[in-house]
């Protein structure tokens, strides 16, 4: 169960990465002063780009992979006032709507080369890019600010996103860096990740914790609900387990009504999380309806699709039924 | 869902009914004190005035109407039956004296007269008290330019808002009561110290010679009123009793005979004595004085613990019984309102404000951690009392017992709103700094809002003078002008503003405005100082203060021997507002160039009006709480400016002047008059409060808020005190044990920071639907929830109900 790289390739890319030239990644959000996202009070850093789509998702603009153009319609001065974007867009990506038409900015995004020069002439803050370039080593000052309430609470720096494991090189590099500088390290991970890639195993070496989300057992409601199959997931928890068996992880589970809300399933998926020796707690989360602006503002079609909010009594029901079937 | 405690609602039976006696009575001011008060100082216009309060105060005593109601534990009460505020005409009295003040309900006043009161005013305080008040008196002492500054067009009973003095609506800044004297000498011991001291007078010792006789005397006649005044109680309730048929009550009532015989003349043998001569105290400090936030408890955990542990140990007592007994005590301060009857008081103390402050925990005279059984059996009765008294306050420590915080963290969260904190690691440096020997400073207390006492150390008491900061900016912007004046400008001529071609220029005449008004508000508060021992007295509290005692001397004489080298207390309101206008005037003019110095002042006159883009601008500048080194440093350089202003002087009574950041809502009151401004904030609204961030400026969380705020500390600085922090909670994001235990966390972080004090106020449903309605104040919330980034404005109706709900164990 060695977490050592396993060929001298690997270990040339490790080098790269240890030595090489700085990385950028995107970074859609840094949350300080978080009280949810692991142990203590931390700094959530939200990395850009999933390869997941929950349906229930409340962060949406955590899908892609690429720099988005938020539009907030009700942050909006409208054309009438302001409408400087409209004369800066040199691509014709903002147009001014008919009258009466909301705040009179109509977003076309299929045009829009996100040049930025619409947002540096907006006065409120409604058009925005959302996704920034950023170093590891800005990310881990950033984090490095709140060290007292760390040390107070237990707490540190989480990485999280979209899915953080999907720039392996980059979260291998924060995770690393943070941790030398004496920062307990939190990975929230879909668990969709290429457990073979050296970076990847880089990034678990790095991590005092793993929050592991499972979301359902069975394969087939797994891809219609996240569109993607399961099996990688349960195989990268196995693993998780089996080839880091000191590293602590919590599951943790979306209940999300209508998916995974019977107790059936959560018992299915409480009792796959108690197989694993390394598994030290299993949450449950509430599914909440509190993205569902956000899709409308990223230009997406459907809000939080389908989902509905779960309600505190089933939650208490569920979360019994975890702590039973843990002892 | 997440609710916080509705009113009425209590675990004891007695409390509730006793609550829901008064809880929808409207306010009573009453003319009982002010009557009897003014009867007594009419015939002692021969005598010296310590004296003359002294028997006014007693005369009191010996004549308002006592009565003992349904459920009492803890007897007596300044007013009528129901909720009653007191009024002291020598204050702001001769107001009456004005057409149209004398109605039985003024519009914009909370509170209401009787016909029969209406007739005592006009007929029997107005004629003496008309030409004799202390407001008239201050006013009349102002020179011409400092005056246009405090009062509006000349008339002295509406404030300008630049300056504003509140020495003349209450007698004192804030003040606690040694209880811990009474309980333990009683008045009697009072008395007998206070006439030796009086037989020992030597016409030949000029340290103890016959200028403090009437000081002595005027004790005497104090701690003989208390014996009378309480034994009118007893009186009271053995007829009542006599009459009596229900046997518990009857029971009930012979008790309170008991003990009112006894106490506070005579030292208190259980803690049901205790607390009886404690409210006695206070009730009679109340009459005679009015001070900031009325009259604070102080360690009540500490001086109160003796007779507790003694009655557990004797089987007297058990924890059912504490409760009740201090839910009685906390319920006869609930019964009393701060009603002021000008609109002068009332703008600042909104609500009708008042906090006896209650101090809890901290450490012992050795260093040694102050928590006890009792600290946490008052929080509890906090917790469960059905309205928000008493101001309960926990002074944190880092060896303050984690279980002990987690429970104080629970309260909170019960959103009962308290305790709130005030930090030893800060106020204990602070105070020796000032001269104070160590194991004196561990026994400061909370006073007033989210001030300290060192109750026989201080004797500074003339009231807070507020500043409003953002005035003084607009002097800056207008060249002397402010929203405030009318043909001739308040402050100096600077310069026009759109001729300067650099920060630094406008900062330059920024702080030369800013000097100019710290001067004339330092003058404003001398000129105070200086009237005090000729306007008021207060033996009762000075018969309870070594210092006085010792001396022979009132504590409004104020410049005692070995006192707390403190002085006037200058308020500064509007910090944050100030420190983001003058990061915008940076950022937007002189650094980004997105308009110039002429169109802000347009934009600005026009109260954004029309240019919806300026204001974006000017909203989305970076602002304070946020952890920008830029920002943070022009905060600390505008607070040393004014620290290092006032260490240049020295006040009336020795000690240095203090810049505080306690606003109560001069915040609310000076916003209201106060023009558009560089930060984005629109004509009229509030400016921002104490040392706290702006509304709707804090956009990195309540770490960043921490981190700006101590950055804007001048920690060498000596002429500083109270920094006022309010930082609001989503209740989400701390729900269940874990949640308790970050809480703890932040909040021990905030003590080895250094901070003054820290309000941790739970958003509640009201303050959410209101931040709805009103997006740009809440555009940045802070995090609640696992997972989910929050991206600036989102605060939808689902939001709301996510940030309000909370799981069963949310409180744990």
């Known amino acids: 169960m060695s977490d050592e790289p396993r060929t001298s390739t690997t270990r040339e890319i490790n080098g790269a990465a240890l030595a090489g030239r700085p990385e950028t990644a995107l970074i859609f959000h840094i949350q300080k002063g978080s009280m949810q996202d692991g142990p203590g009070i931390r700094t959530v850093v939200f990395l850009k780009g999933c390869p997941l789509r929950c349906r229930w998702c409340f962060n949406p603009e955590g899908f892609r992979f690429q720099a988005e153009l938020r539009f907030c319609k009700n942050m909006c001065i409208g054309a009438a006032d302001c409408g400087r974007c409209l004369d800066a867009c040199e691509y014709g990506a903002l147009q001014k709507a008919a009258p009466g038409f909301g705040s009179g900015i109509i977003v076309q995004r299929q045009v829009c080369r996100l040049c930025g020069a619409c947002t540096s002439v907006c006065p409120s803050q409604a058009i925005s890019i959302v996704g920034e370039a950023m170093h590891a080593d800005a990310i881990v000052d950033i984090a490095g600010q709140d060290r007292d309430f760390y040390a107070a609470s237990g707490g540190g720096i989480t990485l999280s996103g979209g899915e953080p494991l999907a720039r392996p090189a980059f979260a291998a590099e924060i995770l690393r860096k943070s941790q030398e500088r004496g920062l307990h390290t939190v990975l929230a991970t879909s668990g969709w990740y290429d457990m073979d890639n050296p970076y990847v195993r880089e990034s678990l070496r790095h991590t005092d914790l793993v929050l592991f989300d499972i979301k359902h057992v069975d394969g087939v409601l797994h891809r219609q609900f996240t569109s993607v199959d399961n099996s990688r997931i349960i195989e990268n928890l196995r693993r998780l387990g089996r080839e880091f068996p000191d590293l602590p992880i919590i599951a943790r589970t979306p209940v999300v009504p209508g998916f995974n809300d019977t107790h059936k399933v959560i018992e299915e998926i409480a009792l796959l999380a108690a197989s694993i020796p390394s598994v030290c707690d299993h949450e449950l989360l509430p599914c909440e309806l509190v993205g569902e602006a956000k899709y409308a503002q990223f230009g997406l079609p459907h809000t939080q699709a389908g989902s509905r909010s779960l309600e505190f009594p089933l939650l208490e029901e569920l979360s019994e039924i975890v702590g039973n079937t843990r002892g | ?812």
């Open chain 2, 1 to 812: 869902m997440y609710r916080p405690e509705t009113a009425v609602n209590s675990p004891r039976e007695r409390t509730r009914r006793i609550a829901a006696r008064f809880v929808d009575s409207q306010p009573l001011l009453s003319v009982e004190r002010a009557r009897l008060f003014t009867a007594s100082f009419k015939t002692t216009e021969h005598l010296p005035l310590v004296l003359r309060w002294a028997m006014a105060v007693a005369h009191v005593m010996r004549h308002i109407d006592v009565r003992i109601f349904p459920d009492e534990l803890i007897v007596g009460r300044g007013g009528p039956e129901g909720r009653y505020g007191i009024l002291y005409p020598e204050l702001e009295g001769a107001y009456f004296s004005l057409s149209g003040t004398l109605l039985e309900k003024q519009e914009g006043m909370p509170h209401q007269f009787t016909s029969d009161d209406l007739a005592v005013i006009r007929d029997e305080l107005l004629p003496f008290w008309a030409g004799r008040t202390f407001r008239e008196s201050l006013a009349y002492s102002l020179p011409d330019d400092l005056r246009r500054l405090v009062y509006k067009d000349g008339d002295i009973y509406t404030p300008s808002m630049v300056i504003y003095e509140s020495a003349t609506v209450r007698h004192s800044l804030q003040w606690v009561l040694d209880y811990k004297k009474v309980i333990e000498r009683g008045f009697e011991g009072l008395h007998a110290e206070a006439s030796e001291l009086l037989r020992t007078l030597d016409i030949n010792n000029p340290r103890h010679n016959w200028d403090k006789a009437p000081f002595y005397r005027a004790v005497i006649v104090i701690c003989e009123a208390m014996r009378d005044f309480a034994l009118r109680h007893a009186e009271c309730a053995r007829t009542m009793a006599a009459s009596c048929d229900d046997p518990h009550r009857r029971q009930e009532l012979e008790t309170i005979a008991d003990i009112c015989s006894h106490v506070p003349w005579k030292p208190a043998r259980t803690f049901h004595e205790a607390l009886q001569a404690q409210w006695f105290t206070q009730l009679a400090a109340r009459f005679e004085q009015m001070h900031g936030g009325i009259v604070g408890n102080g360690r009540v955990d500490q001086y109160l613990y003796p007779l507790y542990q003694k009655d557990r140990e004797a089987g007297r007592l058990n924890e059912a019984k504490t409760m009740e007994l201090l839910d009685c005590l906390w319920l006869n301060m609930a019964q009393f309102l701060r009603l002021q009857p000008t609109i002068a008081g009332l703008q600042i103390y909104e609500g009708n404000a008042h906090w006896e402050h209650t101090t809890l925990g901290g450490v012992l005279a050795d260093g040694k951690d102050a928590v006890n059984e009792l600290s946490l059996l008052v929080l509890r009765s906090r917790r469960e009392m059905p309205l928000p008294y008493p101001d309960v306050c926990v002074r944190m420590h880092p060896d303050l017992p984690q279980d002990f915080l987690e429970e104080v963290v629970q309260t909170i969260k019960s959103g009962c709103g308290a305790p709130k904190f005030l930090n030893d690691a800060e106020i204990i440096p602070v105070l020796r700094a000032k001269g104070i020997e160590e194991a004196e400073a561990r026994d400061y207390c909370g006073s007033g809002c989210s001030e300290v006492r060192l109750i026989n150390r201080d004797t500074y008491l003339t009231g807070t003078t507020w500043v409003n900061l953002a005035a003084v900016l607009e002097m800056a912007l207008y060249n002397g002008h402010c929203s405030m004046s009318t043909d001739k400008p308040l402050g100096l001529t600077t310069g026009d503003p759109r001729k300067f071609t650099s920060y630094e220029a406008f900062e330059e005449a920024f702080l030369t405005q800013l000097r100019y008004i710290l001067r004339q508000t330092l003058k404003q508060l001398y000129i105070t100082d200086t009237l005090r021992p000729s306007q008021m007295a207060a033996p009762l509290i000075s018969a309870l203060h070594d210092l006085c005692m010792a001396q022979g001397r009132d504590i409004s004489e104020g410049n005692l021997e070995n006192s707390l080298r403190s002085g006037c207390q200058v308020g500064i309101t509007g910090f944050a507002t100030v420190v983001d206008s003058l990061a915008a005037i940076r950022y937007l003019i002189y650094e980004q160039g997105l308009m110039d110095m002429d169109r802000l002042l347009q934009v600005l006159s026009r109260n954004f009006e029309g240019f919806e883009v300026e204001r974006h601008h000017c909203r989305n500048a970076p602002k304070y709480g946020n952890c920008i080194a830029a920002v943070d440093a022009i905060g600390r350089k505008l607070e040393q400016f004014m620290v290092e202003e006032c260490q240049l002087h020295v006040g009336y009574y020795g000690g240095q002047p203090q810049i505080i950041y306690v606003p109560v809502t001069s915040h609310i009151a000076m916003g209201r008059v106060t023009g558009a401004l560089p930060n984005g904030r629109r004509a009229g609204e509030a400016l921002s409060a104490g040392i706290s961030p702006s509304p709707g400026a804090a956009r990195s969380g309540p770490t960043a808020v921490l981190h700006s705020v101590a950055e804007t500390k001048y920690e060498a600085g000596t002429a500083r005190a109270a920094r006022m922090l309010d930082i609001p909670v989503p209740p989400r994001g701390v729900d269940g044990p874990e949640g308790t235990r970050n809480l703890a966390a932040f909040i021990r972080v905030w003590c080895a920071q250094k901070h003054w004090h820290l309000h941790l106020h739970m958003e509640d449903e009201a303050l959410l639907r209101t931040a709805s309605n009103d997006p740009e104040k809440f555009r940045f919330h802070p995090p609640h929830l696992p997972g989910y980034a929050s991206l600036p404005n989102d605060l939808t109706p689902e939001m709301i109900r996510s940030i309000l709900s909370c799981p069963q164990n949310f409180l744990e």
